[in-house]
């Protein structure tokens, strides 16, 4: 019955939204992945300017995400989602306007990437505010959606530029994001499921005798923010774990196709294999959600365990020359990045509580932008210094061990305790 309720038509509206979300999120990094050597080829003579232009969008949608409490407060989460989806089209419009690097990187920074962090974080609230005994689940099918993007978009962007140009390929993709506005439409508000943290009451009734008083905005801003959760131990081992999943991720996206081609390959084989990560995502998304949500399985033990998998997947690579034992390697490493990218949600509301997490998304995206800055420039760097990418996917295999070394400590320490 638990279940039932929560699948209703409300709940299946959010999880399209959060579906649609996540398709968009992946499929514009992959895009631009695809279309970095066409950049760079357009604009300048060194692949790591057009990496730190394009990543720059993960930059400002983690720093962006910090003003989503403040916006969902005074606007309501309903007209921020509509407005947010609507401003991904935009950007992708403008992008194929662009005349210079410089261009691209403004419009990435101040337009898209904003609309795609404050997108995300809202739905991923909206999922974890509606779901309670079937979270897991839930989480898991939203993320299918970068099935859609690492199976469609890498091949979809490539014949779109075979096909069209640059250009052309930007402005098809503004249609794709735009999509999702729909979905934000459907989604109505359910203000009683928005919970205050019981530790943030009095802060909450402060902040409204402020604002009825006409006191400063500026620390109602402040306290809305919720600085209180950089406090909380649990708030830095979801953040270590993201932190490492972002690098790793966001690397991946876009210059894994680089990294082919620079091994030999054609763009379209190089996608292909790309798009043999989406069949582990798909695996990875309901690996471990029907074992969480029925107890049978710790969150936390299957975030150690997917976080050891995504290392592995990608230590072998520069052993790798044939395209199949790249397609499978590609399998296992969609699989681990999947399971990792749902879970991690499921243990931000375990560790923190359901009404900490609009200010906990937002956080850990912000914390995590140098993640995404690093993603943008350290594997082009390592390719201009040593000619190959290798040395990079090596780094990268080491960072998610490295980031479960929190969660491990945490464990450790309640079983002493």
Known sequence: METAREFNKRGFSVLLMAFSAVVVWGGAFKSLGVLLPALTDQFTDYTWLTGIAVSIMGVTADIAALVTKLLQDKFGSGRVLICSTAAMGLGFVLVS?????????????????????????????????????????????????????????APMMQLFLDTYGWRGASLLLAGVCFHPVICAVLVRENKTRYEIPPNQSDVHETNSNESTSDKSY???????????VLLRFNFWVVCSILFGLRFVNTAWFLFYVSHLQAKGLTPQIATGICSAAGVGYFLGCILFASFVDRGLLKCSSAVLVSSLGLALSLVVDPWLEDAVAMAFANVFFGMSTSALYSLSDVLTKELLGVGRLTSAFSWIGAVCVLGSALAGFMPDWVYDTTGNFDTAFIVLSITPVVAAIPLLIGRIWKQLC
Do not use: E, W
Request: proline share 1%; with cysteine; glycine share 8%.
């Open 97 to 153: 306007l662009a005349t210079s690097i410089v261009h691209i990187a403004i419009v990435l920074a101040l337009v898209s990437g904003p609309a795609l962090g404050i997108t995300i974080v809202l739905s991923k609230v909206a999922l974890g505010c509606h779901f309670n005994k079937r979270y897991s689940l839930a989480s898991g099918i939203s993320h299918t959606g970068q099935v859609i993007s690492l199976l469609a978009c």
């Open 218 to 228: 500026c620390a109602h801003a402040v306290s809305t923010m919720d600085l209180g």
